[in-house]
């Protein structure tokens, strides 16, 4: 199984909208929870400049509303998390706060790294 069918098979069992890049909404459109992601690589070279493997990067931003949108975020990014490392994932770092993006959006972002 590829990196990116990994990714979608996690995703997908989030049972939430997802998108790849930021996504643009109709006004009135915008769902109480979803997830948009970002994905960038490095590869790692042998001293010849041949490929050895490549570690890939993606940044999840998850995106709540309503009461309790914190705790929702974070029970998002919990089960995500678990997922994720479950299949190989390394969680590097994370970040929370509200969203210009989508005002009154509580906004929660987590990074991992996958190396194959």
């Given at each position: 199984?590829?990196?990116?069918?990994?990714?979608?098979?996690?995703?997908?069992?989030?049972?939430?909208?997802?998108y790849?890049?930021?996504?643009?909404?109709?006004?009135?459109?915008?769902?109480?929870?979803?997830?948009?992601y970002?994905?960038?690589?490095i590869?790692?070279?042998?001293?010849?400049?041949?490929?050895?493997?490549?570690?890939?990067?993606?940044?999840?931003?998850?995106?709540?509303?309503?009461?309790?949108?914190?705790?929702?975020?974070?029970?998002?990014?919990?089960?995500?998390t678990?997922?994720?490392?479950?299949?190989?994932?390394?969680?590097?770092?994370?970040?929370?706060?509200?969203?210009?993006?989508?005002?009154?959006?509580?906004?929660?972002?987590?990074?991992?790294?996958?190396c194959?």
């Amino acid at each position: 199984m590829s990196f990116f069918d990994t990714l979608d098979e996690v995703l997908s069992a989030l049972e939430i909208p997802y998108y790849e890049g930021q996504p643009e909404f109709a006004e009135g459109d915008v769902p109480d929870e979803f997830v948009s992601y970002s994905v960038y690589d490095i590869p790692k070279l042998y001293g010849c400049g041949i490929e050895l493997a490549t570690t890939y990067y993606v940044t999840v931003n998850i995106y709540t509303s309503g009461e309790d949108k914190a705790q929702i975020a974070d029970n998002i990014s919990a089960v995500l998390t678990t997922l994720l490392t479950e299949k190989g994932f390394v969680r590097r770092s994370g970040s929370f706060g509200l969203t210009d993006d989508f005002p009154s959006y509580y906004h929660r972002i987590v990074e991992f790294g996958y190396c194959e």
